[in-house]
Each structure stands twice: as structure tokens, then as C-alpha cells.
Nanobody, 113 residues
């Protein structure tokens, strides 16, 4: 059974940083393309960042240059480093194994102005 668990969210001031972690069990992350998404209040789930099994990355325009997605294959985790947070980044962040219905419970990020 595949299980994804996100962590690292919290309440931070605008301009602050957070490091979100997605830990997996029942699946080897390094074999798959993994992505982060977020649900911002009042909006649909939106794409944030993706990393392929080869390490290629891509980002939503709204987070480019502030967010960095990476892997730690030894720990079977996918990491989202978020810098220079803005109030518009407030939401619940989810990781996902792309192409599969594997989702975690999400981690809340709240940015105060």
C-alpha cells in the first residue's frame, strides 16, 4: 500500500521560508515523477512543482525562483523548499506521484502579511 505523508507546514511571516517534506512508503520515489500541488482558499487545486525520475524540474510561473523541488532518495522523500513566502502562498500543500492516485493528507502553509 502506497502512503504519502507531507510535513513541514506552519505559520510564517511574509518573506519567510519553509521546508516541506513528502515521505513515502510502499513506493520508491526515485522511480517516479513526483509533484507538489496546493489548494489555495477559494481556488481549485493547482500545480506547484514537479521533478522527474531523472531530476528534471519544472515550476508554476507564480512560484518560479522562490520554490525549489528536490529529492532525497536515501530517505525516500521529496522536498519543497519555499523561500520569500507571500500571503498568496497560503494553502494546503500536497505531494503526488504523477499519473497515480497517490496523495497525502496535505500540510498547511499560512503566510501572514
Amino acid at each position: 500500500q502506497v502512503k504519502l505523508v507531507e510535513s513541514g507546514g506552519g505559520l510564517v511571516q511574509s518573506g519567510g521560508s519553509l521546508r516541506l517534506t513528502c515521505a513515502g512508503s510502499g513506493v520508491v520515489f526515485s522511480d517516479y515523477t513526483m509533484a507538489w500541488h496546493r489548494r489555495v482558499p477559494g481556488k481549485k487545486l493547482e500545480f506547484v512543482a514537479v521533478i522527474t525520475s531523472r531530476g528534471a524540474t519544472n515550476y508554476a510561473d507564480s512560484v518560479k525562483d522562490r520554490f525549489t523541488i528536490s529529492r532525497d532518495n536515501d530517505k525516500n522523500t521529496v522536498i519543497l523548499q519555499i523561500d520569500n513566502l507571500e500571503p498568496a502562498d497560503t494553502g494546503v500543500y500536497f505531494c503526488n506521484r504523477v499519473g497515480y492516485q497517490d496523495w497525502g493528507q496535505g500540510t498547511q502553509v499560512t503566510v501572514s502579511s
